[in-house]
């Protein structure tokens, strides 16, 4: 069963790398965007830490500042206060993060495999690969994520969900340290996203990465993640971790059984509380404006 727990602080970052400890680190993490109205705070005190091999996946209500997390995680977000470490190194260095966005973005001139090949061209970091080495290594991918046959295919010759996992295996060539995905499965059918879920959690774990994974599916988050983390409404931080104790692979009948779901109503009751209690303050007369009762009697 899952447990919640209160978020454990991030160890002191930037220190001596050691093989254990964990490949994101972010400890009371606040940043903002400058806006036309004034700067708006969108993090405000995130502690999160990944370990190797581990996936977390991030739920939240809209507009919390999950994509923000993850572009702080790419270095494209720079704090205001607090600390991250991605492979214990700032992020946007030598670390390298994957990714997978919502829609995939392949080369459209070039097939299956050139597409991986690209992100194996970039791991080797100017280092000279065989392009027999490249090439073999392009069709193990390929059938990791269950695509073996269709290398010589152009993207637009696949359906959305095949192109997904066309992308799913360039970001994963580079040998990420973490992937990050922020929605990636929210443009298929539902048939097609639980079977990319399950391509997903195959090869996270074969290939032992560590993954932050965005998500408005609760039922995603908890299949995907060995832990679920909720976000507070904005300025965002984690306000409690559930741990989903299931062995991965995750299978159909994860998917679909009683462990799922009753993890799934936990996470999904914390959000509602929190949305509850955030209309509520919003609804609530600021404390110096008269009772409405006052006013009317007035
Ligand atoms: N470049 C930007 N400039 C100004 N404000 C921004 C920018 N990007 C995002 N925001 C604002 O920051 C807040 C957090 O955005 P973010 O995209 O991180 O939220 P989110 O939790 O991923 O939302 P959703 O679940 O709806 O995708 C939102 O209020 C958004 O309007």
């Known amino acids: 069963m899952g447990s919640a727990t209160t978020p454990a602080r991030a160890a002191t970052v930037h220190d001596a790398p050691d093989p254990g400890r964990p490949v994101i680190e972010i400890a009371a993490a606040r940043t903002h965007y400058a806006t036309p109205a004034g700067p708006l705070p969108v993090l405000d005190g ?3 830490a990944v370990r190797p091999g581990e996936v977390v996946a991030v739920v939240g209500p809209s507009g919390c500042g999950k994509t923000t997390l993850l572009r702080v995680l790419q270095g494209l977000a720079p704090l205001d206060s607090g600390e991250v470490a991605v492979h214990g190194a700032a992020p946007g260095g030598a ?3 994957g990714y997978v966005f919502q829609q995939p ?3 459209p001139w070039w097939n299956v495999r050139r597409n991986i090949e690209f992100g194996l061209k970039l791991r080797a970091r100017g ?12 069709d193990r991918l390929l059938e990791i994520v269950g695509l073996t046959g269709f290398h010589d295919f152009r993207p637009a010759a696949l359906s959305g969900g095949m192109q997904q996992r066309v992308n799913l295996a360039r970001a994963l060539a580079i040998d990420p340290a973490v992937l990050l995905l922020d929605e990636p499965f929210s443009a298929v059918d539902t048939l097609t996203r639980e079977r990319l879920q399950r ?3 195959r090869t996270l774990h074969a290939l032992g990465t560590a993954a932050v994974i965005v998500t408005h599916d609760i039922r995603e988050a908890v299949f995907l993640g060995d832990r679920v983390a ?8 984690i306000v409690a971790t559930f741990t989903v104790d299931h062995p991965r692979p995750r299978t159909e009948d994860f998917q679909h059984g009683e462990q799922l779901a009753a993890i799934a109503a936990r996470v999904y009751r914390h959000l509602k509380d929190g ?7 919003q609804a609530a007369p600021a404390a110096d404006a008269p009772h409405p009762e006052k006013r009317r009697a007035r």
């Open 199 to 201: 391509v997903l959690s």
């Open 105 to 107: 973005s392949l080369f």
């Open 95 to 97: 670390a390298e993060t």
């Open 275 to 281: 949305d509850e209690r955030a209309h509520a303050e």
């Open 46 to 48: 995130v502690d999160l």
């Open 127 to 138: 280092r000279r690969t065989s392009a027999a080495e490249r090439r073999a290594q392009a």
């Open 230 to 237: 909720v976000m507070s409404e904005r300025p965002g931080r």
